[in-house]
């Protein structure tokens, strides 16, 4: 239900609590939120706060404003962007699903990364610095959380190496996305010398160009958090779809 909201940060609380109650499905694609009047009264805001909130909505994909029809909850799947990955995963206890499709993802674009990256950068030099680099910070670090968020960043410099801006920034989305689940996703990581021993194979390939081999490397060890987590979760929405090769 709707709560007053406190003053400070009016705008991104009313928004908070509207999103939650959209992708909760309380109020599901097609259907109305209440009128600006009724909305301002219940929680207890001026409507130019209440106007604010909702064009955040209407800028994440969640509603449409249209004069003479209201503010109408629109279809996310249709017209939301990844940044509404962040707001998901706290809903993902009534939706393992969304777990299992992260990790495909990661999986898919991780694998393309590492075959973009040997073909494109066999001769870069200072990018395989920066690997190797990353590699050896990973043989110091002592928990599975900073291993974790290392592995992010050798990706990250992977997709660097690719020379493709909008496969960058959508990397860089995605960890903005997840930051706040680092702790729940470094579990569904390998052990630690897995995740090490990977990082080396992964840059023996890219030097020499080999593409094949990196995707395989790549692709085994995301494919093996994927079914750790389905394992793990004891759901078989959990568990990992096939692939084709």
Partial sequence: MLKPVEKQRVAEEIAEQLRGLILNGQYPPGSKLPPERELSKRLRVNRASLREALKKLEHLGLVRIRQGDGTRVQ????TGGIELVQHLLPLAGGKPELIRDLLEFRRIFGRELARLAAARAKNDREG???LKAL???GDA???ALELFDLDFDFYVAL???CGN???LLLINTVRESVRGFMPLLANLAGPGDTVRKHHRDLIAAVEKGDTAGAGRVADEYLKMGA????RMGGKPELQPQPLPD
């Fill in 75 to 78: 279809n996310f799947m249709e």
């Fill in 135 to 137: 590699a050896d910070k």
């Fill in 227 to 230: 079914e750790l987590a389905g």
């Fill in 141 to 143: 670090s002592s928990t």
């Fill in 165 to 167: 801006q909008v496969m």
């Fill in 159 to 161: 997709s660097q190496m």
């Fill in 128 to 130: 395989v610095a920066k």
